[in-house]
């Protein structure tokens, strides 16, 4: 066997509209057109896909509650970590910086799911 490429990870939801708004809104990512055959919604990010699924049932476990990161999480690069701090901010979105000091955080989803924002600062002028 020969793994070639990850193309896609199915996150769940209770509720459609504030994943969309969160996914969608907050972290900007872009929507992929697709028949329905059941609730949910896929976005775009570079040649991977995020997969939105209604689970109206879905309750995210967090089995680490002082440290995010070391529950299961999907880690994204962002082109400027303070961006990325002044948005969630804006939008009232709790985070915690990563402890080993690299610029990097971790955000819940409306469902609790755990998202890592890992980038760079921009350079000083």
Known sequence: MEIQQCLHTTILTRDLAKAEHFYGEVLGLTPVERTPKFP???YQVGDYQ???????????PLHH?????????????????????????????????SASGRPALFVRDPDGNVLELSGSLPPQS
Do not use: S
């Open 65 to 97: 509650a002082q440290k995010w990161g070391r529950n299961p999480h999907i880690a994204f690069c962002v082109a400027d970590i303070n961006r990325a701090i002044a948005t969630l901010t804006q939008h009232n979105f709790p985070f915690q910086m």
């Open 40 to 42: 949910g919604t896929w």
């Open 50 to 60: 995020i997969h939105l699924i209604v689970d109206p049932n879905f309750t995210a």
